[in-house]
């Protein structure tokens, strides 16, 4: 496993994260989710990723009961907050922030999260409220870093020219073979603006390892053939996406990777890309998906990819 700094901060995380998407607490058993957080520290990952609306909290009980066996100081653990946890408690007012963080500690069982991030941008509070509610977590030493998921390109630039607050060191971008708009704005700004890139849905909620052939029924045991899971993939199961995506496996059995390890190596070369968001349902494939780190593969046949997908993005 390769490390990379998350923007102007001081943490070195893991090329390949572990994300809580639609797993942890939700969509797998918990032995089963054991044994993936286990298999993933095996393989080198620090970075762990969830959310507070992941399963309504969850997600995050998950993860403070089974990473409390483990020292504080061996992983870098990062949450969100924003969307509905009840009927009134959304957004990113003051006191929305100093509730919702303090639940997700309990949660968690920390003291501290190393990163905390607003899950999107919230219209109905003044960016200066927020920013100065997320400073003084900072500050009261509940919060190390800052982050944003899926903010537009004006707000980060809002949010960088505000003096006297806790700046931003990442952004978590939905980014892949098979969607690629940071490139247009965010990726730009964030890197103008010691702002790195923690994306999700690298492979596009697995397309990308090529296992849904067109015209078949998904398998039960993946997302796609999951009722608990697959909610969110019916976009990206249009047969013209999954056409390209066939064509793809020549490229990297040309490279000598798997067709998942090639989609994360084409994610990894964006230098602004400090780590890749992987969820599993097994530790075999976290051991397929952290094999993507440090390769260096021809950029030709990335150039050949991007062609290939150009007309059937989702």
């Given amino acids: 496993m390769r490390y990379r700094q998350l923007g102007s901060s001081d943490l070195q995380i893991s090329e390949i994260s572990l994300g809580s998407w639609l797993t942890f607490g939700v969509g797998i058993e918990a032995e089963q989710a054991r044994a993936c957080l286990n298999r993933a520290f095996e393989l080198g990952v620090n970075f762990i990723d969830t959310a507070n609306i992941y399963g309504k909290g969850a997600a995050e009980e998950f993860l403070g009961e089974a990473l409390s066996v483990r020292p504080r100081d061996s992983y870098i653990l990062a949450t969100k907050l924003y969307f509905p946890m009840t009927p009134s408690d959304r957004g990113l007012s003051r006191g929305q922030i100093e509730k919702q963080l303090d639940a997700s500690l309990r949660r968690l069982r920390v003291d501290t999260i190393d990163l905390y991030q607003c899950h999107r941008y919230d219209d109905e509070t003044p960016l200066e409220e927020t920013m100065a509610a997320l400073g003084d977590a900072v500050r009261a030493g509940k919060v190390r870093y800052l982050g944003f998921s899926e903010w537009p390109a004006d707000k980060i630039r809002a949010a960088a020219r505000m003096t006297g607050v806790e700046k931003f060191v990442s ?76 064509k793809l496996k020549p490229l990297a059995a040309e490279a000598g990777v798997t067709l998942g390890q090639f989609a994360l190596a084409w994610v990894l070369r964006e230098p602004n890309v400090a780590s890749a968001i992987v969820g599993a349902s097994r530790p075999e494939q976290l051991e397929d998906n952290v094999a993507a780190s440090g390769l260096d593969l021809d950029p030709a046949l990335f150039e050949a990819a991007e062609r290939i997908v150009a007309s059937a993005r989702a």
Avoid: C, H
Avoid at 178 to 204: D, F, H, K, T, Y
Avoid at 212 to 230: F, H, L, Q
């Fill in 171 to 246: 952004s978590q971008p939905q980014y892949s073979l098979l969607w690629r708009e940071p490139e247009n704005e965010v990726i730009p700004v964030s890197a103008a603006n010691g702002i790195s890139q923690i994306v999700w849905s690298p492979l596009a909620q697995g397309v990308l390892t090529g296992k849904y052939a067109p015209g078949t029924p998904s398998p039960p045991d993946t997302r796609a053939g999951s009722e608990s899971m697959g909610g969110f993939i019916e976009r990206l199961m249009r047969r013209p996406v999954l056409e390209a995506v066939q």
